[in-house]
Each structure stands twice: as C-alpha cells, then as structure tokens.
C-alpha cells in the first residue's frame, strides 16, 4: 500500500520546533505550549459542522439509537474514553456510546499490527454491534484516510446510517465519504508526525462537544448540572447532593432526605422539592416530559 504523506498537514514539519532539540527545557516547553494553543482555534472553525454532528446524535439517542466511535491508535483510545465516561456523568446505559479500536481490547494498551490497514475489519466489528441506520457513526483518525474507519464509515452508509468523521487533513478519503466532515486544521506537530499532540488534543476537543452537546440537548443537563449523574462513589454521592442543592437552593438536609425518598435519582430530588411534590408524582411528570426537568417545573 502506498502512501503519500507528503499530501498531509499533519505529516508535515513545523519550522517552529526544527531546533527544538538544541533549547532549554523550559523553551522547548514553551514551544509546544505556542503550538497547543492554536488547537482551540482551529476547532472554532469547525463548529457549524460540530453543531450538525451534536443535532443528529441527539436525535439518534431520542429515536433509541446509538453513537459508535471508530478509530485506530490514538483516535481510538480517544473514542474509548469518551464513550466510557458517559455512562458515570450522564447515566446512559454502556451501549449507547461505544468506542470501536481496530485491533480490539488489546490495542488500548499496546497497538496490534495490521490493524488498522484493514477496512473489513472495520465493517466487521460494526456488523457485530448490529449497526443499523438508526446508529451514527464518527469515524475518527488525524490522517483522514485509516482503511479501517474507512471500512467502519461505508458499511454506516450501506445501511443508511449518518457517517461522520473527525480528521486533521483536509480533502482526505474520509472527508470525502462523510456525510459531516469535522476537520479542526491543527497543522505540522511539534515532533513530526506525532499525531497524539495536538491532532490528539483538538480530537479530545471535539468529542468532549459531540458528547456534551448531544447529552444536554436530550436533557440530562439543568442550568450547567450533571443531573442524570449515577453515585457509583463516595465522591459522586456528595455530587449528587451539591446538585439537588444548587437547583433548588434547598439545604443538605432536604436534598438528602429527597435523595433517600427517590432512590438517589437527582433528577427527581429535584423536580421533588422545586413543584413540592412526591417522589412517584416527581418521576411520573418527569417521565411525561421526557427526562427534561425545566419543562417538566413548567407544567
């Protein structure tokens, strides 16, 4: 197989940290500071397709559908992150955000040779999942052309599902097959080539949005507040408190003895104290409003 890199923003090398190897380690750090702080300005210029990506995830989710990350390296672990930390912040169930790695489990730790050169493996750990056309796929790889998300992102469109992408070159292969094309242009990395640095950094970017995004807009976020949050910890049971407590401006007392009355669901402590009603009476309005509390204190 043969690849151009010469074609690729990415592969290309930075002037600014040509002689990064003669400095000072406070200046060799500054340097990669200058260049990381470019990374949220070229994810700006993406958002009107981060925006597009979050709506249709989000409605995905309403219709019972899944997100489904795919990536090799890097982006992958990226997609694994994000994936799992759904679940503890929001309360989703594992199998709404799944994050695919080529190579399997054990390539989060140590990369699989091959992998990620195979674009059946890549249609094929989507045919195991039963991807269909009500699931969104975001295929996400720095160099725009990994043969297994690329394999990942036409099998998403056989089926009629939405393919989206998270790239760092533009006119890619990936690109060009997506329906949404995230392409934040981050330009050469410090150490050339080294696409866990800022590609990795603006990737992150992007998947805390999609995730974000699409979890406020289908009402597991109050004002700023976690509230669909799950105490699997002691942490997270003070959480919960804090929670109830700021949205209702009620004491420890009665966030916690609203918590004990509803099973610890933050949702419906809340909803409990701010319309003064019971726990089933709470759950029930909330259930008819969808999970969203503002429209369910409306009512």
Not at 218 to 229: A, E, F, P
Not at 248 to 276: D, F, P, S, W, Y
């Amino acid at each position: 197989m043969k690849i151009d890199l010469s074609k690729m923003v990415t592969e290309s090398r930075n002037t600014a940290s040509q002689h990064i190897d003669t400095l000072s380690t406070i200046d060799m750090l500054k340097v990669i500071n200058d260049e990381d702080k470019k990374v949220a300005l070229a994810v700006e210029q993406a958002l009107p397709d981060i925006a597009q990506a979050v709506d249709v995830i989000a409605a995905a989710f309403q219709k019972g559908g899944r997100l489904i990350y795919s990536g090799a390296g890097t982006s992958g672990r990226l997609g694994i992150l994000d994936a799992s930390e759904c679940p503890p912040t929001y309360g989703t169930k594992p199998e709404q955000v799944i994050g695919l790695i080529a190579g399997g489990h054990q390539a989060i730790f140590k990369a699989v040779e091959n992998a990620e050169d195979n674009r059946e493996l890549g249609a094929g750990d989507l045919k195991a999942l039963n991807f269909n056309q009500h699931d969104v796929l975001v295929g996400i790889a720095a160099s725009g052309r990994t043969p297994y998300v690329l394999g990942a992102m036409s099998y998403a469109k056989s089926v009629g599902a939405t393919a989206a992408c998270i790239s760092c070159n533009p006119q890619s292969a990936m690109t060009e097959l997506a329906d949404i094309s995230i392409t934040p242009i981050v330009g050469p990395e410090v150490v050339t080539g080294s696409s866990r640095m800022k590609a990795g950094t603006a990737q992150k970017l992007v998947l805390n949005m999609l995730t974000t995004g699409a979890m406020i807009r289908i009402g597991k976020v109050y004002g700023n507040l976690m509230v669909d949050v799950e105490a699997t910890n002691a942490k997270l049971v003070e959480r919960q408190k804090k929670i109830v407590m700021e949205a209702t401006e009620c004491n420890r007392e009665e966030a916690e003895t609203a918590l004990e009355a509803c099973n610890g669901h933050c949702k419906t402590a809340i909803v409990m104290i701010l319309a003064q009603l019971s726990a089933e009476e709470a759950k029930s309005l909330l259930v008819n409003n969808n999970g969203f509390i503002r429209k369910a204190i409306e009512r």
